[in-house]
């Protein structure tokens, strides 16, 4: 048992420490998702770009922080209080996202598969863990914004601002980061270039935080 759990530590810190670096080429959702078009008779589709940091828009950047996870340059991976918020509103029947930061989006999406098991969600506490520890905020964030589910075969930021506006990540406006990141968590229903009312409503909500975050450290 010692040997084992040696081993998954020395892997997983390797995996982990090996993306630090080199940009994750494919994730399981992506594989997922594929399967599922050739089951429906379609052509197998992963549209995705890398961008870096320092290339993706300021305002796509601020947005995402404000429309996922407005706190997350202050914790360490984990926001507490918004899991407590979404665990109280869940109890009184209301339909709200479970309080994952985008630390923990990321780690499930690169190391894991979808699912709501609680051995995958201890797997993505430790992930998360990791990442936080050995990639810091600005990898996270670059890595979420390449990766995270975007439309029907679409990942990423720049394949998804190619796909619905015709135009780069890289010069996004306030308006268009904003609507990208308010269809989220489901883009597979809503469409950022066709915004329905409760999505501009998001939209107004997102950029609303974005004017209260401070100037962003990359």
């Known amino acids: 048992m010692g040997k084992l759990l040696t081993w998954f530590l020395a892997v997983t810190i390797l995996w982990v420490l090996v993306y630090r670096f080199i940009n994750p080429p494919i994730t399981y959702l992506m594989v997922q998702r594929g399967f599922e078009h050739k089951a429906e008779g379609k052509e197998w589709k992963i549209q995705k770009s890398w961008l870096g940091i320092d290339e993706l828009s300021s305002n796509l950047k601020k947005?995402?922080?404000?429309?996922?996870?407005?706190?997350?340059?202050?914790?360490w991976g984990f926001d507490f209080k918004a899991m407590e918020t979404a665990f109280m509103k869940n109890q009184k029947g209301k339909k709200?996202?479970?309080?994952?930061?985008?630390?923990q989006q990321t780690a499930k999406n690169v190391f894991l598969w979808p699912g709501r098991s609680y051995i995958r969600k201890a797997f993505e506490a430790y992930f998360?863990?990791?990442?936080?520890?050995?990639?810091g905020k600005e990898r996270i964030l670059?890595?979420?914004?390449?990766?995270?589910?975007?439309?029907?075969g679409?990942?990423?930021?720049?394949?998804?601002?190619?796909?619905?506006?015709?135009?780069t990540a890289q010069s996004m406006?306030?308006?268009?980061?904003?609507?990208?990141?308010?269809?989220?968590?489901?883009?597979l229903r809503w469409n950022p270039s066709r915004p329905t009312r409760y999505i501009y409503y998001k939209q107004g909500l997102i950029l609303r935080n974005m004017r209260r975050l401070e100037k962003l450290p990359f």
């Open 63 to 75: 947005a995402a922080i404000a429309g996922e996870d407005v706190n997350f340059l202050k914790h």
């Open 96 to 103: 709200v996202r479970g309080g994952s930061t985008i630390s």
């Open 128 to 135: 998360t863990i990791l990442i936080e520890i050995l990639w």
């Open 142 to 152: 670059e890595v979420y914004l390449n990766v995270i589910e975007m439309g029907d």
């Open 154 to 167: 679409i990942y990423g930021a720049e394949a998804a601002s190619q796909q619905y506006f015709g135009k």
């Open 173 to 187: 406006s306030k308006s268009r980061a904003a609507l990208m990141i308010a269809v989220l968590p489901n883009p």
